[in-house]
């Protein structure tokens, strides 16, 4: 018996390819030592016989125990030097080292130590003579600028160093400014437009309304477009959890399309081939004929047609005349209401210059309830750099951004 | 002899070819973004709007012949070498050459505006034009906070802040200023330098918050141009009055930071020459920088003393110059103190505050009146009016004094209008207008003896009109009563007639009063008719386009007489809820 253990075994340990222990295996293990010898093992004289697989009794030999044994000696080992690793705090097992008298060098700047080849060559050599170069363009200028240099500062005559400052309106005809080819059209907005009256730190009641009308009718148009919009489509849209029968039933849908898609294709190839063996029929003498006369007939039909129209138009002539008239007539006056409109709105907004429009700051007017007519409690307006900002977008000088219209 | 032909793509004529983009316009110029927008600030070349968009509406479009104008300017040079020069001392540095890195830095390439700005302005009264911009956000960088991060030295702050006090120095020394209005953005002034009106805004004595959607690059660039051109206009200015510029400033009031009192004694001291020197301007920028917080403008106090008269002074100066004469001011601890100063001095007064370098202590016994802010101050001094600040601003606006009682302390201010509204324009007078306009007649009433007071409004109607005493519907009344006298009086002089012909009189009286009325309906009718004749008559001589501007006259009128008569049945609601309430 204790023979047989120690073969059954060695013969787990030398066929190690099934690493995986169950319970059962184990069982079957225990079992085998008490069990009668098996039958299908076979030792010949050459080795091991090709056996079949199949078969508790052969399956049990390519087991290994190797992680058992591993977990065994680990344990024991463990017990021996007392604990194992895992139960160890991490603080006994390392530390964080603060010492500095380690001097880091990083590799580039071990790197730049190095003197490259281009720079060793650039130094000065006293052996090597400069060639005499042609004077440049940049250097004739700067000869130009170290004459005119000295000439202008000069010191004058009480002792005070003349900072520079020229008046330079003082000489007009000196040097003569080209005037532009293509100048800028007059802009219509004044750089400082004064405010109403409404928005004075103490204004009167009527004019304060007027402001305030003007500000609520800005807020509400703002309000009225958002809600007007139609709703953007989503970009999730929350599912609902699909059973797992239906999804069998969506996959067959999906099946069934592409069978009857398949299915219709294959009759259409199939009608075709039937109806290949037919010859398209020969069109006869009397065919042709008859078309012929049926072309000339639509001919002469659309050739009366055209006649009689034109006789019709020519019958209500000054009707049509004063059609054309009352058309021009609106016309011109559309373009004119077009073009006064196009004035009016350069009055108060620039054209469209960019990809973003241009959007007017909210008005400053102080609410009925900050009205304190002292100017010491005034809640004043602290982004002034804005209202510039903005004046200078509604001139049209400066193109309106994706920042400038966020707030 | 190569064949001249075009390349593929490029348009020979219309608005393709005139036109180009953005991103054209940078490629071609060969520069980066940054540096063509500040040229294009620099050299004052917009975007433009073509009829037809050729690379499609989300661009911005350039004219072809300004971007050629842009490409033949020396700044370019000078862009190009900065850049070069920036790279070298970027190289030197990472190469651990600091030799040749510290005098590269010592020798830093610049450039200069003047010749862009005698290209821009050619003529000094274009700057003038210009100016109202340049001025307004002066002001408004002198007021902001210094921040690392957008880039705004301190010392940009500085310089702003000494232009534009010189700038309220010449302006109040030559008594130039003629509207104040406060509003809730800032204080609007105006001034008439030179025939041109100049408009800008300072902003209130708060801390300014710098809002995120604004780019300071950009506005910076501004800066760098408005103060160069703010710079030159001031100097035109002072060498106009015969003074030196820069000014040399009183080094004592330098310490204390008080600016604007230096300047002005500078201004006025320019007779003595103070010996000055370099180390003066060092000196006023440290302390500067030391006391940015706590800057306190001086008073111009000493100017009014020594006047130096302008011959070529207008009658708006002068009307301005005697405003305040001989009115002392104490400004109290509460108020702006800087725009007070720069208004009160403008018009003539004499103005002191609380604090080291004032030029009196608030127990002298001259002054006049004491601005406060405060609900309640108790009057220490019998002979002075404790007034709110608004008074002045008003004063200012009307050209007159008006009664302190309105605006005392403690009292509810009347609203404060503004004089930048021409309220015959609008139709609608707001009451407190009117109240002034009684104020101001009566003011020149004193002025202009008169021989009578009823009789100024029927005869003279026209002529007040003319000088805005009474408004245009007054004057419009003035007239109907005067016909209606004027009726009257033929009515009675025909039934004088009538007397001495006999008694016909009494037998015919209801025609002849029939007759009489139809007379007087009839001249009514006449007149009336006269009227439209002549309307009828010149509508027919006039063209098409003028009928046209006349008709959309018409329409504006009637909207703001409806504006008008909305605005009034207001008050009367609010008058009668008032009423109603009360009750």
Redo the contacts between chains.
Sequence with gaps: MGREREVVSRRIREHSTNKILTRSVLLGFRSVFSAATPDSICYTAMGKSKSSRKGKKAWRTNISTQDIDDFYEKSSKDALSGGSLTEVPSDSLFFVDKSRDLSVKRKIDKCREKVLRVDSILQKNSFVQAIPSSTTKKSKQRQKEIQRAPSSSQVRKDGTMDTGMVDIWNDEGANAVKKRKVSNKAILIPAVEVEPPGCSYNPSSESHQDSLAHAVADEMQKVYTKELRPTPVPLTVVGEVVDVEDMYFLDADNESDGDVEDKEVDSNGDADLEKRPFKTKRVTRVELNRRARNKEKLKMEAETKKLKEFSKDLNSLPDIINEIAKEDEEKSKRHLRRVFAKQERLKSCPPRLGRHKFEPAPVQVLLSEEITGSLRKLKACCTLARDRYKSLEKRGILVPTAKSGRK | MPKHYRPAGKKKEGNAARYMTRSQAVKYLQVSLSVFRRLC?FK?V??R?PKKKVKG?????Y?V??IL?LKHEPLLDKFREMHAYEKKVKKAVS??NKDLAERLLTRKPTYTL?ML???RY???ID?LR?L??CL??VH?FA??PAIERENIQAERIHNCRGLSLEWQAYISRTHKLRKA??????I?YQAEVEGQKV???T??A???????????K??LT?LEFYETLL??VN??LY?SIKLK??PILDPRLKALAADLYALTRYVDAKDR?I????EESELRLAQLQDQLPANEPGALMHLVENVADDNEEDEETRACKTLFQNKTFFLGR???RESLLFVITAFGGVVSWEGDGAPFEESNQDINYQIV??PTQSHRFISRDYV???WVFDCINARIILPTGEYMVGK??P????P??DNEAEG?V???AETIKRLQAAARKEILPMPGGEQDDLENAQNLLAEGIIDRTKAKEAAERKQKMAVHEKQYHQELKKEMQGMQYTSDPNIDEIKNNGEENTDDMSSQQLVKDDENMTMVSMSRKKRRLYEAMKISQGRKKANVET?ET??KN?QKSKKTSSN
Aim: hydrophobic share 35%.
């Design positions: 600030i004052g917009f975007p709007d509406t989300h661009q911005t479009y004219h012949k300004d104008f190469k651990k003047d700005i005698r290209e050619p003529k000094f700057a210009d109202d911009d307004t956000m408004l007021a902001l209005f406060i509003s809730v953005k800032g609007y408009t800008w805004l902003p209130h708060l801390q300014q918050v710098m809002p995120q959607d604004v780019d300071y950009i506005m501004f710079g030159f100097l035109r060498h510029y820069p020459t010996g000055a020197n370099n509460e108020v702006p802010d405060r709110q600040p608004q509810v201010l609203p404060h209008l503004s930048f509204v609608y707001p009451e407190y605005l207001r008050k609010i």
